[in-house]
C-alpha cells in the first residue's frame, strides 16, 4: 500500500465535483500581471454502483402458486447486495508541490486565464466551458424501487375474511377481476368505456397498480436502493494485484483488508515513464522552467478486475510518471495575434494552441 493513496467513500448525493466549475483570472496591474495555477497528480477514481435489495415476503406467499401459479416467490424477509458496475475516471487533483505565478508583461494584449475552482489550468486567453456529465446521482436516481403494496386497494370483502388462506382466495379473484376488466376495456367490450385515448390510459395504468399492489401480497416486494462508491489510487509507482476494496452479497461494500468479501483488484504498469533526473538535475530543471508550465504525462496500462469478472482494461495518462515544460510569456506579446492555449485540466497537458 506504500505506493498508492486509497479512500473509500459512499456518496448519498451530488458531490461539489460532479460538475467541473471554472473562473475566470485575469492579469491586470492589480495582481501584477500575474496569474497563479497549479499543475495536476494523477487520480484513478474506481467508481462502484451497488445496488441493495430488500426483499419481504408476502403475507399470502404460500398460495401464490395455487392461485397465481407463480412459484418464484419472496418466501422470508431478507437483504442482499448487488455489484452492479466498476468504472474507471481519471481525475485531477491540484499538485501541492506544482503551483506556479506566471506573470505576463503590461503590453500583452488583455490576457485572461480559466481555471478550475481549485486552480488547475482550463485555457488562455480562451473561454472554457467544460464538459457536461451526468452526475452519479442522477443515473441512480433512473433505477425504480418496488413499491410496497398500497393498502387502498384491500377490498372490504378481503379483509373482512377471517383465515389467511380465505384472504389470499379473495385477493386472487380481485387480481383476475382486474385483469377481465382491463381486457374489456382493450377490446372494446367493456359497458363504460373511457370518453378518449388519454382517458384510457390513466383507467389501464389505475388497474395495472391495483394488480401489481394485490399480486405483491402474493411474491412480496423487492425495494432497490442504489449507492455509489468510490475507491481513490494516486499511484506513484506499478501494482501489482492490488486490492482496491471487497464486495460481498450479504454485507455489500467492504473495505480493503476486511475479509468479509471478495476482493476486486488493480494492476498498473507504467508503459511510458519520464527518465528519473538526479537531484541536481532535477533542481536545475526546475530552475529552468519558464513562463506556463505544463505537463507531459506518462502513460500506464491498467486494470481492475475479481476472480469473475474483468470490470476495465486500457491506457491511462498518468501526470506522476511524466515530466514539466514551458510556454515563454512571450508567446502572448504579439498585438495583433494573441496566443490562445487550451489545456486538459486533469492532466494539464496543452491540449491546443491557436493563433
Given at each position: 500500500?506504500?505506493?498508492?493513496?486509497?479512500?473509500?467513500?459512499?456518496?448519498?448525493?451530488?458531490?461539489?465535483w460532479?460538475?467541473?466549475?471554472v473562473?475566470?483570472?485575469?492579469?491586470?496591474k492589480?495582481?501584477?500581471?500575474?496569474?497563479?495555477?497549479?499543475?495536476p497528480?494523477?487520480?484513478?477514481?474506481?467508481?462502484?454502483?451497488v445496488t441493495?435489495?430488500?426483499?419481504?415476503?408476502?403475507?399470502?406467499?404460500?398460495?401464490?402458486?395455487?392461485y397465481?401459479?407463480?412459484?418464484?416467490?419472496?418466501?422470508?424477509?431478507?437483504?442482499?447486495?448487488e455489484?452492479?458496475d466498476?468504472s474507471l475516471e481519471?481525475?485531477?487533483?491540484?499538485?501541492?508541490?506544482?503551483?506556479?505565478?506566471?506573470?505576463?508583461?503590461?503590453?500583452?494584449?488583455?490576457?485572461?486565464?480559466y481555471l478550475?475552482e481549485?486552480?488547475?489550468?482550463?485555457?488562455?486567453?480562451?473561454?472554457?466551458?467544460?464538459?457536461?456529465?451526468?452526475t452519479?446521482?442522477?443515473?441512480?436516481?433512473?433505477?425504480?424501487?418496488?413499491?410496497?403494496p398500497d393498502?387502498s386497494v384491500l377490498?372490504?370483502?378481503?379483509?373482512m375474511a377471517?383465515?389467511?388462506?380465505?384472504q389470499?382466495?379473495v385477493?386472487a379473484?380481485?387480481?383476475y377481476?382486474i385483469?377481465?376488466?382491463?381486457?374489456?376495456?382493450?377490446?372494446?367490450?367493456?359497458?363504460?368505456?373511457?370518453?378518449?385515448?388519454e382517458?384510457?390510459?390513466?383507467v389501464?395504468?389505475?388497474?395495472?397498480?391495483?394488480e401489481?399492489?394485490?399480486?405483491?401480497l402474493?411474491?412480496g416486494?423487492?425495494?432497490r436502493?442504489?449507492q455509489y462508491?468510490?475507491?481513490?489510487?494516486?499511484?506513484?509507482?506499478d501494482?501489482?494485484?492490488?486490492?482496491?476494496?471487497?464486495?460481498?452479497?450479504?454485507?455489500?461494500?467492504?473495505?480493503?483488508?476486511?475479509?468479509?468479501?471478495?476482493?476486486?483488484?488493480?494492476?498498473?504498469?507504467?508503459?511510458?515513464?519520464?527518465?528519473?533526473?538526479e537531484?541536481?538535475?532535477a533542481?536545475?530543471?526546475?530552475k529552468?522552467l519558464?513562463?506556463?508550465?505544463?505537463?507531459?504525462?506518462?502513460?500506464?496500462?491498467?486494470e481492475?478486475?475479481?476472480q469473475?469478472k474483468?470490470?476495465?482494461?486500457?491506457?491511462?495518462?498518468?501526470?506522476?510518471?511524466?515530466?514539466?515544460?514551458?510556454l515563454?510569456?512571450v508567446?502572448?506579446?504579439?498585438?495583433?495575434?494573441?496566443?490562445?492555449v487550451?489545456?486538459y485540466?486533469?492532466?494539464?497537458a496543452?491540449?491546443?494552441?491557436?493563433?
Open positions: 500500500m506504500k505506493n498508492l493513496i486509497i479512500i473509500l467513500s459512499l456518496l448519498l448525493s451530488v458531490p461539489s460532479a460538475q467541473t466549475k473562473v475566470k483570472k485575469n492579469a491586470v492589480a495582481n501584477d500581471f500575474g496569474i497563479t495555477y497549479s499543475l497528480k494523477t487520480a484513478l477514481v474506481i467508481g462502484a454502483e441493495k435489495v430488500t426483499c419481504k415476503a408476502g403475507p399470502y406467499y404460500q398460495y401464490a402458486d395455487k397465481l401459479s407463480i412459484k418464484d416467490v419472496v418466501t422470508e424477509n431478507h437483504t442482499y447486495y455489484l452492479n466498476v481519471n481525475r485531477g487533483l491540484p499538485d501541492e508541490n506544482r503551483t506556479y505565478i506566471v506573470s505576463f508583461k503590461s503590453g500583452t494584449v488583455a490576457p485572461y486565464a478550475t481549485d486552480g488547475l489550468l482550463c485555457t488562455i486567453n480562451a473561454p472554457y466551458e467544460p464538459e457536461q456529465k451526468e452519479e446521482e442522477e443515473r441512480l436516481r433512473k433505477r425504480r424501487n418496488t413499491p410496497a393498502a377490498s372490504e370483502e378481503l379483509l377471517g383465515s389467511t388462506a380465505k389470499a382466495e385477493a379473484k380481485q387480481i377481476r385483469r377481465e376488466s382491463r381486457l374489456n376495456i382493450l377490446t372494446g367490450e367493456a359497458d363504460n368505456l373511457p370518453p378518449d385515448g382517458a384510457m390510459k390513466i389501464i395504468q389505475q388497474l395495472e397498480e391495483q401489481n399492489a394485490l399480486t405483491a402474493f411474491v416486494t423487492k425495494i436502493e442504489p462508491y468510490e475507491v481513490t489510487v494516486i499511484p506513484s509507482d501494482l501489482d494485484h492490488e486490492v482496491l476494496f471487497r464486495f460481498s452479497p450479504y454485507l455489500g461494500m467492504l473495505e480493503a483488508d476486511d475479509l468479509g468479501g471478495d476482493p476486486v483488484y488493480m494492476n498498473l504498469t507504467a508503459t511510458e515513464r519520464a527518465p528519473e533526473l537531484p541536481k538535475e533542481e536545475k530543471k526546475e529552468s519558464k513562463g506556463i508550465v505544463y505537463n507531459i504525462p506518462g502513460k500506464a496500462d491498467v481492475v478486475y475479481s469473475k474483468n470490470y476495465f482494461k486500457g491506457s491511462v495518462q498518468v501526470t506522476q510518471f511524466g515530466t514539466q515544460e514551458g515563454a510569456p508567446m502572448f506579446e504579439d498585438n495583433k495575434a494573441p496566443v490562445k487550451f489545456f485540466p486533469e492532466t494539464g496543452i491540449k491546443q494552441i491557436i493563433q
